[in-house]
């Protein structure tokens, strides 16, 4: 069991909860950034077409080995009659590790341009003999989440675990300072989780693709597969783009890293990269 949750860790950072660790329940903190930061925004980091691939490392005794591959699509079409985003993140374990447990995720969000808030959420989750189907709508009138279970009150500003991600590609980090928050919520398994981002300020990494310019930040993390606090960190790309770059944290048994791979159809000059490897 405990084999299972450690793997299956991996895929949950792969289907993007990149940047997401789940704090308490409903718990907010006054210092945070005002939540309602995440109820509007526009849209200049990513548009339709746009692919971005990803090599997940897993390590136990500190030689990280290819785990998985997990590949982000977005395109745009319509739903309720208005005009979405719909992104599919995929991910999927190396056959070497299919005897530990056999992986192959799927999340979907549905997000309307205008507002960057997600109209549907889709998991399809089959991880060895577990399989597990969500399909969520969301109702902006009656602040409701509908799913397969039932009908659920949700804050104005909800999120689901795709759609943060890619409403964080665009907030104006220039906004904050090193060691500040950013507060949203979000809506999974049915329960509102209050999440917060920290802004940890601009640095240089190396990845296997090349040497990036990047923005570093650290979500809160409850301890379980993974440790507790804020030890995941997260590097996305220093230009327009945001891409997710690295990701990179410790579980409770070993630990794990994400590194971008390959990119189709940005929006903008991946200006940020350095030095191709």
């Not at 210092?31 to 971005?52: H, K, M, V, Y």
Request: charged letters at 25%.
């Amino acid at each position: 069991m405990i084999r299972m949750k450690r793997f299956n860790a991996l895929f949950f950072i792969m289907g993007f909860l990149l940047i997401l660790g789940f704090t308490t329940p409903r718990a907010h903190n006054r210092a945070q950034a005002p939540i309602e930061d995440f109820c509007t925004i526009r849209n200049t980091s990513f548009g339709s077409g746009e692919q971005l691939s990803f090599v997940i490392y897993y390590s136990i005794v500190g030689i990280y080995v290819n785990a998985g591959n997990a590949t982000v699509v977005t395109s745009l079409e319509r739903m309720n009659n208005r005009p979405v985003y719909h992104i599919t993140g995929s991910g999927k374990s190396n056959s070497s590790y299919n005897w530990i447990s056999k992986v192959d995720n799927r999340y979907e969000t549905f997000m309307d341009t205008t507002t960057m808030q997600p109209v549907k959420f889709i998991r399809d989750v089959h991880e060895g003999n577990h399989k597990k189907y969500e399909n969520v709508s969301f109702n902006r009138v009656t602040k409701t989440a509908v799913s397969n279970d039932g009908v659920y009150k949700v804050p104005p500003c909800i999120q689901d675990v795709v759609s943060s991600l890619y409403y964080a590609r665009n907030i104006d980090f220039s906004r904050f300072k090193p060691g500040e928050k950013i507060s949203f919520s979000m809506f999974l398994d049915n329960e509102v989780y209050s999440m917060y981002l920290r802004y940890m300020g601009k640095e240089e990494i190396k990845t296997k693709y090349g040497k990036f310019r990047a923005i570093k930040i650290k979500p809160l993390l409850l301890k379980g597969v993974f440790e507790g606090g804020e030890k995941m960190n997260v590097w996305v790309s220093d230009d327009a783009n945001r891409i997710p770059l690295r990701v990179e944290s410790p579980l409770s048994v070993g630990s794990v890293k994400v590194d971008m791979m390959g990119y189709k159809n940005l929006r903008h000059p991946l200006t940020s990269l350095r030095k191709v490897r």
